[in-house]
Every structure is written in C-alpha cells, then in structure tokens.
C-alpha cells in the first residue's frame, strides 16, 4: 500500500505485476482503501498458479522482488521457488521488533538467513537506518542493501495558511497506540505551559475505541479544551486535515517509517519525529522539513513543541518549499528513478553506495501552490 505510488511511476517505465496474498489495504478501518494501480498487472496468489508465473519469468529481463523473507508464509514459499529456479531476486524489507525472546529467536533465524539466501539476493530495499542495522547485523554484505522509503500520494490541493489569530494547530494522525507514542504526546500537550494558543486533534480511534489503551486515554484527557481526540477519518480528509495543520507530530516507540510523515511533508506541513521512526532520516539533515526529538519521553517532546510553537507557524513560503522538496525526493517518480538506479548498480555488480533521491540535493521541479 505504502508502495502503491512507485509502482505506478515504475509501470510508466516497465512491466510491472503485483502479486498480492488478499485484496483490500488491511486497513480499511483507519481510513486506508486499496489504491488503483493503473498500468500495474494486479493478481492475488490464491488465485493463480503462482509455480507456473514463477518459472514463464524464470529468465535474467525479469526481476522478483518479494516483501520480506518471513513477513507471510505464501510469499516465503514462492521465495524458495524463485531460487530454486535462479530467478533474479530482491527483497523489500521493514526492520523487525528484537525484545525479548522473540527478539533473540528472530536474530538467529536473520543470521541464518544471511548464511543460506545471501548469496541468492541482488540488493535488499530497506526501510530506515534500524533495517540497514538489523541486515548487517545478521551478515548480509553492506554493497546488498539499498536505503529505501514509503512514498504516498499526494492530493491536488493548494497550500494551506492559517489565519494568525487561530492557535497553533499540532496534528497527530496515527493510531492510538503505545507504540505510536500517543501517550507520550498526549501528556505533553496536557501539561506544556507555554504563552501561546495551541491546540492538538488527534485521528487516531477505532470506531467503538473499544481498545483498553484507547477507553484509557480518553478518560484521562477527553475532556481538556484543547485536545480533540476523534475517530480515524478516510485517507482523503486526513491529508486535507494534515495540509491545515501547522505541525504534524509523530513521536513513535517504534515505526518503521511513518507514512504520515510523507503525507504532511507533500502537503507542506513540517514535522515533529522520534528518532525512532524510520522516516527521520529524511528530517535530521533537512532543518526546512521540521525537527527530530530524542529519547521518545514526554520531557523531550515537550521540549520540541515549546520551541516550535514558540517560533511560530510556518510561513507561506516555506510550505512551498517542503512540498516542492517532497515532489523532488519522495514522490513516486523519485523512487522509481532510484530503483533504476538500484537495478543498474546490480547488473553491472557495482558496490559503489548509491544517493538516495533525498539525499541528492540537484534535482528540481518547479513548485506546486
């Protein structure tokens, strides 16, 4: 899903077929709807004879790149199949959750995986710093692994600019989860003590909240004036909400990468994130996109948003400038372009490190209003 835009520039450009284990997003109660994926092939492996795709595109034009080694069992055994039969193979990869025993069982299985697949991998697309980490952890060669992102698409809008008088929105569009840290912005909000008006609107609750951690957090801050906690809302609206937002704040336990922040970021709003979100590789070097805050801890989140909400709201100008530099670097066409990028560096079996698009200053479109 958080894909779906790539492939659709990637199509442009080549032959492309998604081979899915279920329709839908998944996600359909959060707002997320599956995507239309024009000039993309569509097919759902239970429904097909996946051995028979396997071996008709068996040859060195067509590359297979599967989502994960383990993520689910149907596209793990057309993995092995794919090898067996000497596909051209990539993988597409989300750093795992390592505490606990879990955490040691999946560390033993990643340098297993190192010692038996390796060898079998043109590049591993990762997602965030903590994917890199994890891969080199477990043996697999550093020239293998390819820095890689979630791109969304981006809705034909106009900049946004809030009167002066209204107070300073923050948004936080994310489930209402420990791990997302909605605790930690939740407390934050409740207790900043700051001359300056401000208000925080949460999309973030299933429809019956019938979460524990959910009916816990309304009951603890429902009732504050400046905090709205509501319902999540379709996909559509919550870009529209994010792009009227002054700052969009994720301060995740643990995220992979953070769709949301590609989201506000093609919308013009800057950000707030937790160095643990995969996604704060595209802020730490990039003041103009907003702020990275860490540890994830109420002290140092409240500590961000004072100094932000002090510096006042973002100016016309530079919403332009974050979305024209979203166009530039995480849209679809960038991606694709890196992918190219990728598939070259594999074919002529260079380990020369290749730039991520936002990590590469010289490209420019013009921006959009």
Partial sequence: MHQSVFLKALAQQHDVTLVTIRRGSGREEMGWFEPELPGVTLLQITEIDWKALIRKHSSADTIHVFAGLHAFAPIHRAFLYARRYHCRIGVYAEPLVMEGLPGLIKHLRGLSDAFRFAKNLEFILCIGKACRRQY?????????????AYVTESIPS?????????????????????????????????????????????????????DTFEQKMQIRYGDIEHIRLLPFIENHSVKIAI????????????????????????????????????????????????????????????????????????TFDRRVRIRAWAENHISGLALAGHFNAILGASHERSRKRILTPWENESTHVEPTL
């Avoid at 080199?136 to 890689?148: Q, R």
């Avoid at 936080?172 to 207790?191: I, N, Q």
Wanted: glycine fraction near 8%; hydrophobic fraction near 45%; aromatic fraction near 8%.
């Fill in 136 to 148: 080199l952890g477990w043996g697999f060669p550093a020239y293998k692994l390819f820095d890689w």
């Fill in 243 to 314: 792009g009227e937002a002054d700052l969009m704040v994720l301060p995740s336990r643990f995220d992979g990468w953070g769709a949301v922040v590609n989201e506000a970021l093609g919308a013009g709003t800057p950000v707030l994130v937790s160095d643990r979100c995969g996604s704060s590789t595209l802020i730490a070097d990039h003041a103009l996109l907003g702020s990275v805050f860490s540890p994830p801890d109420v002290v140092a989140l409240k500590e961000a948003l004072s100094r932000i909400i002090g510096e006042g709201k973002p």
């Fill in 158 to 210: 106009s900049i946004q600019q809030r009167a002066e008088d209204c107070p300073f929105r923050i948004i936080f569009p994310a489930s209402c989860s420990k791990r997302k840290g909605a605790d930690l912005l939740l407390e934050a909000t409740a207790s900043l003590k700051i001359n300056i008006p401000f208000e925080l609107i949460c999309y973030s609750l299933s429809s019956d909240a019938r």
